[in-house]
């Protein structure tokens, strides 16, 4: 694989959309994956309830990784209670975390009430799809630890069609940053009253858009185009043109402000609410 590390974004956007799917299967095939993906296979279907995986590390690992949990590991305790929760109480522990990604691992593994009855484990396309997901996370981590941006836009790409309210952008801190960063908001808006950070959202964006595969990619080159534009490499190569335009006499020294045109920066108009 190509490491995209230290290069720019919009370069870096380029080569993973050339690249991913060949990337994904060096993933599949590299040998410390392939080893937990045959072992997931060959034995999650003994696993009838939740102490059955959990009692197995590697199986229980394999998962949490698979559904991006990998720093809750050791939250074993914790997660056997997600696991166990009725997602029909409002009291269940998986109703009360915030962090989707615990509803979609609960929704996912598919235990019945106390963590029993799963047949999921025995279904051959279930498990086709843990795989698929953990190779996916794998990728998009990976990405994301060489580059910020592009792990952002990727986790973007993934969930934009199962937005439905401006909530489920608010509680997701990556969905949150790319939607600022996109529509050239200031950070501080996260502090204001959460009703009213959704009402900005809904001026700012029809989310049933996000369905068109068309509007998603105009918002990650807008995206992309607007982080590269703000980036501290960008900042600082602006600063070096501005000290040695007043070294060399250009202007009088003096200091003319540039701004960014956002609409320009992509010729993005699909967002707006239609």
Do not use: C
Request: charged content about 30%; proline content about 3%.
């Amino acid at each position: 694989m190509i490491s995209i590390s230290g290069m720019s974004g919009i370069v870096a956007l380029q080569l993973v959309n050339a690249t991913e799917q060949k990337d994904q299967e060096l993933i599949r095939k590299a040998p410390q994956h392939a080893r937990e993906i045959d072992y997931f296979l060959d034995n999650i279907g003994d696993v009838e309830n939740v102490e059955d995986l959990t009692e197995d590390y590697r199986l229980y690992s394999f998962v949490m990784k698979a559904y991006d949990l990998e720093d809750q590991i050791f939250g074993k305790a914790m997660m056997e209670k997600v696991l166990k929760s009725d997602p029909l109480e409002p009291t269940a522990l998986v109703n009360r975390l915030t962090d989707q990604r615990f509803k979609d691992f609960h929704k996912a593994m598919g235990f019945g009430p106390e963590g029993v009855g799963n047949r999921n484990t025995l279904n051959a396309a279930w498990k086709t799809a843990v795989v698929n997901k953990y190779v996916d996370t794998q990728y998009v981590n990976g990405k994301n630890d060489e580059s910020e941006t592009i792990g952002t836009v990727l986790e973007f790409r993934r969930k934009a069609a199962s937005i439905d309210s401006p909530f489920d952008i608010l509680r997701d801190s990556d969905l949150s940053e790319f939607f600022r960063t996109a529509f050239g908001l200031p950070e501080a808006m996260a502090g204001i009253d959460i009703d009213r950070q959704a009402a900005v959202i809904t001026e700012k964006l029809d989310l049933s858009t996000l369905s068109d595969p068309e509007v998603v990619e105009d918002l990650v080159k807008r995206y992309v185009a607007i982080r590269e534009a703000t980036s501290d490499t960008a900042v600082r190569r602006n600063a070096a043109v501005t000290l040695l335009s007043g070294a060399l006499g250009v202007g009088s020294g003096s200091y003319i402000p540039a701004t960014i045109d956002i609409e320009a920066i992509q010729g993005f108009g699909g967002y707006r609410r239609r």
